[in-house]
């Protein structure tokens, strides 16, 4: 059944979403808040989530709890919290991740130890840690990147992991099909965030950047909140296992 256009989406419904803090997880935590949801955010910084409390507000529908997605131990206290207070999840988005961008010879093994434990290692434990409190016909989108889809020279290791996790929307949809739970990836393109501000730091990548981009501008948190919106709510049952650029037209055309 359809929510009526102008009403809430989300009202009764609880989210998780992982690196709520900031960047899109934070963007996509005040959308859902202002959409009647219960949402709970989480990220390893308790200061970087008491500041996202207080910006978003607080209040009985929020939930802030320190946890690595890398770490199994910590999910399960997390989602423990998450069944004391809520009872249960509607919407998992699964969206924390980390960038290292460098050319492949200097990468360390720590370098792809980190990044493969938070972006690959942390989505996939983060839905099966979920999966218990998730109700049937609920639903799943997962962040992953539009590097999956062309070759940043830099972004091997980042882009592979990106490939991991939009894979697992494609196999979790069939995986999770007998209980209705739709899977789908995001794949932002070059989003205004603290991880594109560190990874692209100078003024002239930024615009070799941004002119790489159709539409000739790097996109807001915002707007990748409300596609993953789209993907989590009604309006998308029907929506499964795709993986949605929200990119500017980065991946797919050529600026004139
Ligand atoms: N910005 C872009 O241009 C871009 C493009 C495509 C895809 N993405 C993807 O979008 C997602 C969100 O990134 P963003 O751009 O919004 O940058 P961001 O502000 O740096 O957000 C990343 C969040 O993930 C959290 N995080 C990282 N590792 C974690 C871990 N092991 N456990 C729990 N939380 C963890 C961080 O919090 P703590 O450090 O406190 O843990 C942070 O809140 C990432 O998956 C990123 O790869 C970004």
Do not use: C
């Not at 360390?108 to 409190?133: C, I, M, R, W, Y």
């Not at 997962?142 to 091997?156: D, E, Q």
């Amino acid at each position: 059944m359809q929510t009526a256009p102008g009403a809430a989406r989300f009202t009764g419904k609880v989210a998780l979403i992982t690196g709520g803090a900031t960047g899109m997880g934070l963007a996509t935590a005040r959308l859902l808040l202002r959409e009647g949801a219960k949402v709970v955010i989480t990220g390893r910084s308790e200061d970087r989530l008491k500041r996202a409390a207080e910006d978003l507000g607080g209040g009985e529908r929020l939930l802030a709890v320190a946890a690595d997605v890398s770490r199994p131990a910590d999910l399960a206290r997390l989602t423990a919290e998450i069944r004391r207070r809520f009872d249960h999840l509607d919407t998992v988005f699964a969206n924390a991740g980390v960038g290292v961008f460098k050319r492949l010879e200097e990468f360390t093994e720590e370098d792809f130890d980190s990044v493969v434990a938070a972006n690959f290692k942390g989505v996939f434990f983060t839905v099966q840690h979920a999966l218990p409190l998730l109700r049937d016909g609920g639903s799943v989108v997962i962040n992953a990147s539009w590097t999956h889809h062309k070759g940043l020279a830099v972004g091997s290791l980042y882009a592979a992991t990106k490939a991991a996790a939009a894979n697992l929307a494609k196999t979790l949809a069939s995986d999770l099909a007998p209980r209705s739970i739709r899977v789908n990836s995001v794949s932002p393109g070059y989003i205004a965030t603290d991880m594109f501000r560190e990874a692209v730091s100078s003024a002239e990548a930024r615009e070799a950047s941004r002119q790489q981009v159709v539409l000739k501008r790097i996109g807001t948190p915002e707007e990748v909140a409300s596609a993953v919106a789209f993907l989590a709510s009604d309006a998308a049952s029907y929506v499964n296992g795709v993986d949605l650029l929200v990119d500017g037209g980065v991946a797919n055309s050529i600026p004139a």
